[in-house]
């Protein structure tokens, strides 16, 4: 089993930035890909950016690109995302998420990772 667990979150003022962090414990031969989702009070979890593991092949959402850079460090087994411009749409639980290769899926899919963090607060204010 894969933990995950995720921090830097925060408040920041409208065109801050942030940057998440996200550690885990996990077996990089046996992981396929991690990513970044975000769910808004209401709303349902949404994709913000994913990454290949092995590759390092990086997949966004539309609406990050350009201001959210994901990033990872294979020796440190840690995910980042580096988050700039922020908005106050940008306000959400953000979620680290990780798949093994037996998982098949989009990396943009929820439904494709197998293993999630408990999730980091982050508040925009306008």
């Known amino acids: 089993q894969v933990q995950l667990v995720e921090s830097g979150g925060g408040l920041v003022q409208a065109g801050g930035s942030l940057r998440l962090s996200c550690v885990a414990s996990m077996r990089s031969s046996t992981t396929a890909r991690l990513g970044w989702f975000r769910q808004a009070p209401g709303k349902e979890r949404e994709f913000v950016a994913g990454i290949y593991w092995s590759s390092g092949t990086t997949y966004y959402a539309d609406f990050v690109k350009g201001r959210f850079t994901i990033s990872r460090d294979n020796a440190k087994n840690t995910l980042y995302l580096q988050m700039n411009s922020l908005s106050p749409e940008d306000t959400a639980v953000y979620y680290c998420?990780?798949?093994?290769?037996?998982?098949?899926?989009?990396?943009?899919?929820?439904?494709?990772?197998?293993?999630w963090g408990q999730g980091t607060q982050v508040t925009v204010s306008s």
């Open positions: 998420a990780a798949a093994d290769r037996s998982v098949l899926g989009s990396i943009r899919s929820s439904s494709a990772y197998d293993n």
